[in-house]
């Protein structure tokens, strides 16, 4: 292991161990150790309902990587598919900020012999329009009486929405410049390197929005979902603006998972709508161990199948 590595790799375990102890702060003041019997008053059924919710978000996600992977020229199957998209659901989770998804280009390339920046420019367009679905819906809050940090997000989001679009219809221009700086750069001694982002027709980027916007649809209605399992008929419009003013704050965090940081975001915001500390933190985990925890295990487990494919195609 090089000393770039060993860096990067202490780094990230002192990232997420900030983030377990924020999230072990949240839960010890939350009160719900000693309120554990809160968890047991879910209501199974719908608990039921939101896990399958979970479920067919991760079915949406293995759907756009197929969809993607036929318009790149490399059409797989569905099972192919769900192996690359789940196996980088742990991949890009336990890294900081999502670096990890890089495994699916990765993949593609060992597996299929599909150019490299190929892969990337369709994980670019999963992350491009996640990002700015998130920082509409989480700007969106400007129809609540909300001051202070909120004005500060809003106006970020604004910005960073900006930038997005900028640099999506610069991506040209902006990877020549990588790679001008990359071939003068003496520690890697490269000659030549190629960082294009091929794009995709107008109506099939359209295709890669909708199918992402349901993905997100999925997450929105499963956390109001996991709420009314606890008793509580609150806004779906409202808790899916706070879900997604914490799932951006987990992201700029760099936190691996975005731990500690995304439940107590969430945690804070649930409690502004009326909901009592230890419901809320209990609905936090239960949502979060539902969605990104299980997709996590579920990755791991994949990980290994992915393996096994790359161990196959390299024989």
Same mark, same amino acid.
């Given at each position: $292991?090089? =000393?770039?590595?060993?860096?990067?790799?202490?780094?990230?375990?002192? #990232?997420? +161990?900030?983030?377990?102890?924020?999230?072990?702060?949240?839960?010890?003041?939350?009160?719900?150790?000693?309120?554990?019997?809160?968890?047991?008053?879910?209501?199974?059924?719908?608990?039921?309902?939101?896990?399958?919710?979970?479920?067919?978000?991760?079915?949406?996600? +293995?759907?756009?990587?197929? /969809?993607?992977?036929?318009?790149?020229? &490399?059409?797989?199957?569905?099972? %192919?598919?769900?192996?690359?998209?789940?196996?980088?659901?742990?991949?890009?989770?336990?890294?900081?900020?999502?670096?990890?998804?890089?495994?699916?280009?990765?993949? $593609?390339?060992?597996?299929?012999?599909?150019?490299?920046?190929?892969?990337?420019? $369709?994980?670019?367009?999963?992350?491009?329009?996640?990002?700015? =679905?998130?920082?509409?819906?989480?700007?969106?809050?400007?129809?609540? %009486?909300?001051?202070?940090?909120?004005?500060?997000?809003?106006?970020?989001?604004?910005?960073?929405?900006?930038?997005?679009?900028?640099?999506?219809?610069?991506?040209?221009?902006?990877?020549?410049?990588? %790679?001008?700086?990359?071939?003068?750069?003496?520690?890697?001694?490269?000659?030549?390197?190629?960082?294009?982002?091929?794009?995709?027709?107008?109506? &099939?980027? +359209?295709?890669?929005?909708?199918?992402?916007?349901?993905? #997100?649809?999925?997450?929105?209605?499963?956390?109001?979902?996991?709420?009314?399992?606890?008793?509580?008929?609150?806004?779906?419009? &409202?808790?899916?603006?706070?879900?997604?003013?914490?799932?951006?704050?987990?992201?700029?965090?760099?936190?691996?998972?975005?731990?500690?940081?995304?439940?107590?975001?969430?945690?804070?915001?649930? &409690?502004?709508?009326?909901?009592?500390?230890?419901?809320?933190?209990?609905? +936090?985990?239960?949502?979060?161990?539902?969605?990104?925890?299980?997709? #996590?295990?579920?990755? /791991?487990?994949?990980?290994?199948?992915? /393996?096994?494919?790359?161990?196959?195609?390299?024989?």
């Amino acid at each position: $292991m090089s =000393i770039l590595e060993s860096k990067k790799r202490w780094i990230q375990i002192f #990232l997420l +161990v900030i983030g377990v102890f924020l999230l072990s702060f949240i839960i010890l003041k939350s009160g719900i150790t000693e309120n554990f019997q809160t968890l047991l008053t879910i209501s199974i059924p719908l608990l039921i309902i939101a896990f399958i919710l979970s479920n067919l978000n991760i079915l949406v996600k +293995v759907y756009r990587w197929k /969809f993607l992977c036929q318009k790149y020229g &490399q059409p797989i199957t569905f099972s %192919e598919a769900s192996i690359v998209t789940v196996s980088s659901l742990y991949y890009a989770n336990i890294t900081p900020g999502k670096i990890g998804d890089l495994f699916k280009a990765y993949y $593609m390339q060992k597996k299929h012999s599909l150019n490299f920046f190929d892969g990337v420019s $369709m994980i670019f367009y999963e992350r491009f329009f996640e990002l700015v =679905i998130l920082f509409l819906a989480a700007s969106a809050i400007i129809l609540i %009486e909300f001051r202070g940090i909120t004005v500060i997000v809003m106006e970020t989001s604004a910005i960073i929405i900006l930038l997005l679009t900028l640099f999506y219809y610069k991506a040209g221009y902006f990877m020549s410049l990588a %790679e001008k700086i990359v071939i003068r750069l003496p520690l890697l001694n490269i000659k030549e390197v190629n960082f294009h982002i091929r794009k995709l027709p107008f109506h &099939q980027i +359209v295709a890669v929005f909708f199918i992402t916007l349901i993905s #997100l649809i999925l997450e929105f209605v499963r956390i109001w979902v996991v709420v009314l399992a606890f008793g509580y008929l609150i806004n779906p419009l &409202q808790i899916s603006m706070f879900f997604s003013l914490a799932i951006i704050a987990g992201l700029i965090s760099q936190i691996p998972l975005g731990i500690g940081i995304m439940e107590g975001s969430l945690d804070f915001l649930i &409690q502004k709508m009326g909901i009592d500390p230890v419901s809320s933190i209990a609905i +936090v985990l239960t949502d979060r161990t539902i969605s990104m925890y299980y997709a #996590l295990v579920l990755g /791991f487990i994949f990980s290994k199948f992915s /393996f096994d494919k790359l161990s196959e195609a390299s024989i």
